[in-house]
C-alpha cells in the first residue's frame, strides 16, 4: 500500500546512546516532516524538508539531526539520546510543503530513553 | 503567531450521542487552511478535512460535519450518533503564513473522545 513508512516501531535506549529513525514514502511527495507527540502537547515540528537537499528547523529541533537521502527517505537522528527525548516520532510527507497539501502520516515510532 | 487551542481535553459520550469538539485559533494571515486529523488507537493520524479561509460554508459528510466561523475564529467538528469507532484523539491544525517566505502548520493539542457503547 503506497504511504509513509516508519521504522523502527519501538526503541529502547540508554541516556547517550545514539540511533536513527528511518522514513521513506512513495506517494513521489516533495516535502518531508519529523514530529514528535507527547501526553498533553499535541505534536511539535522538529525538522522539515521542503524539497530534496533542504532541510529546516522546526519548533523542537535540539538534540535532532536529520538527512534527506533522497526523495524517498528522511532520516532523525538521536546522537546522544536523553530521557526527555522519551516520545512518539512521527514522520509524514506532502506534495509540496506546507501549503493546502494535506499531511500523509505513517504510524509513529515509540521511543523510550531511560 | 499562530495559535490553535482545543479547550477540551478529554470528553466522554454514550454510543448515538451528537458530540461537538471545538477549535479555535489565532493567527493575522489573511489566508489560511484549517485541518482535522484523527488519531484512533492504532495510533496512526488520518486526514478529516481541509478548509481554506475563504471557503465559509459549513461541510457534511456522513455523520462528521464541520462548523467554520471566521467571526470568532473557531472550527468546530460535531460527530453525529456516535459510535465506538469514533473513539480517538482529533487534532485541530491551521496552516499559516509564518513571514519570510514560510509557511507553518501548528496542530492543537488534541481531544481524547472516548465513545462509551
Known amino acids: 500500500n503506497a504511504g509513509v513508512t516508519q521504522t523502527p516501531k519501538f526503541q529502547v535506549l540508554k541516556t547517550g546512546q545514539s540511533m536513527t529513525l528511518q522514513c521513506a514514502q512513495d506517494?513521489?511527495?516533495?516535502?518531508m516532516y519529523w514530529y514528535r507527540q507527547d501526553p498533553g502537547m499535541g505534536l511539535r515540528l522538529i525538522y522539515y524538508?521542503?524539497?530534496?537537499?533542504?532541510?529546516d528547523k522546526g519548533e523542537v529541533p535540539n538534540g535532532y539531526n536529520v538527512s534527506r537521502l533522497n526523495k524517498r527517505e528522511f532520516s532523525l537522528r538521536l546522537e546522544s539520546a536523553a530521557p526527555s527525548q522519551t516520545s512518539v516520532y512521527f514522520c509524514a510527507s506532502s506534495e509540496l510543503g506546507f501549503g493546502a497539501n494535506v499531511l500523509t502520516f505513517g504510524a509513529g515510532s515509540r521511543l523510550t530513553v531511560l | 503567531a499562530q495559535k490553535v487551542t482545543q479547550a477540551q481535553t478529554e470528553i466522554s459520550v454514550v454510543e448515538k450521542e451528537d458530540v461537538t469538539l471545538d477549535c479555535v485559533y489565532e493567527?493575522?494571515?489573511?489566508?489560511?487552511?484549517l485541518f482535522w486529523y484523527k488519531q484512533p488507537p492504532s495510533g496512526e493520524l488520518v486526514f478529516l478535512i481541509r478548509r481554506n479561509s475563504f471557503d465559509e460554508q459549513n461541510e457534511i459528510s456522513g455523520r462528521y460535519s464541520w462548523n467554520f466561523q471566521k467571526s470568532t475564529s473557531s472550527f468546530n467538528f460535531t460527530i453525529t450518533a456516535s459510535q465506538v469507532v469514533d473513539s480517538a484523539v482529533y487534532f485541530c491544525?491551521?496552516?499559516?503564513?509564518?513571514?519570510?517566505?514560510?509557511?507553518?502548520?501548528?496542530f492543537g493539542k488534541g481531544t481524547k473522545l472516548s465513545v462509551i457503547p
Open positions: 493567527t493575522r494571515d489573511t489566508t489560511y487552511y
Open positions: 524538508s521542503a524539497s530534496e537537499g533542504t532541510t
Open positions: 491544525a491551521l496552516r499559516s503564513y509564518s513571514g519570510a517566505g514560510s509557511y507553518q502548520l501548528t
Open positions: 506517494m513521489n511527495h516533495n516535502s
